[in-house]
């Protein structure tokens, strides 16, 4: 069944990369929807139905986190696998990601292995 | 006082993104402290703040020819000319650098955060942050073209006597 995705980064060549890490691992891509910033993302999640989410965590307008809180106390979205995808590599961002309910965290720079391995069991 | 090894994080740093995001081979140079700067610049120059209880700057800078190639080897695309791809993928790539640096420095100079990078190019001109604090430059050559890492990190004003002094080792320059 294909997998809608949600990429939020605000960096165009991230988003380019992520899609082609996806096809890379081999993910049963439906539409790859995308967004700048947190609030763009929760514009995107009201308009479209997602079933993966690909997070960067520095972000203008709403960080990775911020959003993360706000998809996870919603109903509509908390089911939502989301995955951390960031520069932010302390033990203690990855806790609080790990801890706001974020199914994975993956730190740039990263491989496509690295990507496929996380989607193993979420997706 | 506990000198912090920049230099050996920064070749740490740039090696990783070279070898998993650009597989593009690399070789650094002799790294040295660059203070006062004045020359003028002819190329891309990407700059990233870190603010924390160290404050300062990451910059990269290289000639629009190796932007283009690394933009290119980022995105799977080619570039003949600096664009808006070749602009954003410099911005990434400095992110993911200076990012990486600041990852592994934390543990000496506490929590920082990054701010979004700017990124400048064009001919003729001249580039400063303010603030203090001298630029620890690691130069590194991909197939002849040149690269600067350049990291500038000096006390925030309210721990202006604590915590280590970033310096250059020179056993660690490889």
Redesign the interface.
Known sequence: MALDVLIVDDSAAIRKILQRVLVQAEVPLGKVIEANDGREALDRLNAEKVGLILSDINMPNMDGLELLATIRANDQWKSVPIIMITTEGSQNKVLQALELGANGYVRKPFTADQIKEKLVGII | MQKVNLVSNICSATE??FS??LDLPITVGEAYVEVNHDESFNGVESLIGLAGAWVGAGRLSCSTALACRL?GA???AKYEYVN??VL??M??VT??II??V??RI?DDFG?MG?S?PTVIFGRNYKARSTGGGDWTVVPFFCDGDRLDVKICLAPGNANSHQGPRAQPSAQHVL
């Open positions: 990783e993104v998993m995001m933009s980022l995105l799977c808006e791809d954003d993928a911005a990434e992110n993911m990012g990486s600041k990852t934390e929590p990054l979004i």
